[in-house]
């Protein structure tokens, strides 16, 4: 038996997917609407992906259908395969509370996991023979040779810094005593 699936397009912004059952001059009739939403997300490969999700339109009431004036609905279009397949496995979620996923991984879907897998066994093949020990000892030894090489680049400049001589501008010029340089780092010399 063939479903008469419709898309409607309704002035309030909604779409529905619904399946249509009478068609009169003034009002349509339609059987479980389910209101589509549209998510956008990336997965875990970074790729973008827009998803459909089906919401009952009717879900706070216990009717199954209703009837929608004509002047309420902008345009009706026939829907795309995915949208009745969408359609479909929501109603059968909705009255078995059972879902069919298609197989994959997670998000992947069933054409991802192959090359998923096949990652993953590069990836383990690649860490198979790393000895993680090794590899910290190096990388403790080059932290600690690049801190005691900045110790000393330190101290140097600390050295270097007290032994530059400092030049003390004239007394007698008018600009003595506007600059750092005209004063003596010695405290002692400033008390009596």
């Known amino acids: 038996m063939a479903k008469n699936y419709r898309v409607l397009k309704l002035?309030?912004?909604?779409?529905?997917?619904?399946?249509l059952v009478e068609n009169s001059k003034s009002h349509i009739k339609v059987m479980r609407p389910m209101d589509i939403k549209y998510m956008h997300f990336i997965d875990a490969l970074g790729r973008k992906h827009e998803t459909m999700i089906l919401v009952d339109w009717l879900k706070s009431t216990t009717s199954n259908s209703v009837k929608l004036?004509?002047?309420?609905?902008?345009?009706?279009?026939?829907?795309?395969?995915d949208v009745i397949k969408s359609y479909d496995m929501q109603k059968k979620f909705e009255d078995t509370g059972k879902t069919t996923t298609p197989k994959g991984i997670g998000m992947f879907k069933s054409k991802d996991t192959e090359s998923l897998s096949q990652m993953l066994a590069n990836i383990e093949e690649q860490f198979k023979n790393v000895n993680i020990d090794?590899?910290?000892?190096?990388?403790?030894?080059?932290m600690d040779e690049e801190e005691e090489a900045s110790a000393e680049e330190l101290v140097e400049d600390i050295i270097r810094g007290k032994t530059a001589e400092r030049v003390i501008n004239?007394?007698?010029?008018?600009?003595?005593?506007?600059?750092y340089c005209d004063w003596s780092p010695n405290p002692e010399d400033y008390l009596s």
Do not use: N
């Open 11 to 19: 002035r309030s912004g909604d779409s529905l997917v619904a399946e």
């Open 69 to 81: 004036e004509k002047d309420f609905i902008l345009q009706i279009f026939t829907p795309s395969p």
């Open 134 to 142: 090794e590899i910290m000892e190096e990388v403790l030894e080059q």
């Open 170 to 179: 004239d007394e007698d010029s008018p600009e003595f005593g506007t600059s």
